[in-house]
């Protein structure tokens, strides 16, 4: 999440009914995730790709409008106004970061970059506790998100579900759980630092504020490295099998995901 320095905005209520290029995406993603599970696509991976896709973009929605949400009932007004609060991606600050990036990285790398950006009017929220949870309530959701996906795992729930489903899910799963552990990261530019930055003391944030821009670029150009790529990898991979998840379930939904390389054989 980016936040914005002190200024005056708007505080009205602004229109809050759910956007309806929002209930678009969520249509894809429930026809999709039909198709899949119903094994109506002549092309099984497509299906895969705009399932996982389309909830993807959903949850990267529900995690801005998580940040707006906590950030209206902790005080900034404004937030109504800015259009934060109908789900709408095309109302985020910076859409290339919040949307277009990271499903590009999922299309490239099968990775789950955290999201970008609603800007908060931090100077009309009082207290430290408040300013930490509107950070933390982002990634939070992503966790939820994850919970939700492993549950047919965890709950020992898969008799029925058809395999490519349940491969979509291991997918969309490791997603969630790579951009909740990046978001995290106490990394300036990310949400973890969000939540201990107000704890800090002014001179440690005027001395850290310069680089907050070069906080994701720094992070993701660590994860080129082969070694951090394979300690962050098999940190996302623990967590998935402590809810259930499998490498198999990983590895051939994101083969299924990748459509275009051929339908594989599993």
Known sequence: MITAPSRRGRTGGGHNRI??????????????????????????????????????????????YAHARTALHSGDISIGAKGYLTLNPLAYTHAMLSIVLPVLFVIMGGIGLPGGAVFIERNRIRGRWRHSLISAAGPLTNVLFAIVCTAPFWLHALDGVPAVFRFALGFLALLQVSAAILNFLPVPGLD???????????????????FAPFGLLAVFAFLWIPS???????????????????????????QFYRFWQGTPQV
């Open 228 to 254: 951090v790529n394979q300690w962050f990898f098999d940190l996302v991979h623990a967590v998935l099998r402590d809810l259930g998840v499998s490498d198999w379930d990983t590895y051939w939904g994101q």
């Open 192 to 210: 973890g630092y969000g939540v201990i930055e107000p704890w800090l003391s002014h001179g440690v944030r005027r001395q850290v504020e310069p």
């Open 19 to 64: 956007s309806p290029v929002f209930l678009g995406i969520a249509a894809v993603t429930a026809v999709s995730g039909w198709a899949v599970w119903a094994g109506f696509a002549s092309q099984p991976g497509l299906a895969v790709f705009l399932f996982v896709t389309g909830a993807w973009i959903v949850s990267l929605c529900l995690h801005e």
